[in-house]
């Protein structure tokens, strides 16, 4: 079984920055894909962002690219998500998730993830 621990969450005035670590462990973690999702009060969960451990391809959901950077580090298992430019729009609680296989097809689906952590919650103050 992997568990995935979120930190780094919090309150943060507009324009703001925040960096959200995602801590995988398990008997053996080798999850290729992994991502953020958001889900704002009232809305469904969406995507936010995903990379590939091996070859460190990311994927960003249009509404955060050029202010969200997520990056990885495999020695500790570990995948961040660097948020600036932090609007109000962008409060929520953020999931981190990982997949269980090696192949995939749509990062952006939450159905390519097999493990979810709990979330942290991100408030951005206008």
């Known amino acids: 079984q992997v568990q995935l621990v979120e930190s780094g969450g919090g309150l943060v005035q507009a324009g703001g920055s925040l960096r959200l670590s995602c801590a995988a462990s398990?008997?053996?973690?080798?999850?290729?894909?992994m991502g953020w999702f958001r889900q704002a009060p009232g809305k469904e969960r969406e995507f936010v962002a995903a990379i590939n451990r091996s070859d460190g391809g990311t994927y960003y959901a249009n509404s955060v690219k050029g202010r969200f950077t997520i990056s990885r580090d495999n020695a500790k298992n570990t995948v961040y998500l660097q948020m600036n430019s932090l609007k109000s729009e962008d409060t929520a609680v953020y999931f981190c998730?990982?997949?269980?296989?090696?192949?995939?097809?749509?990062?952006?689906?939450?159905?390519?993830?097999?493990?979810w952590g709990q979330g942290t919650q991100v408030t951005v103050s206008s």
């Open positions: 398990g008997r053996t973690f080798s999850s290729v894909l």
């Open positions: 998730a990982a997949s269980r296989g090696y192949w995939y097809r749509d990062p952006q689906s939450q159905g390519e993830y097999d493990y």
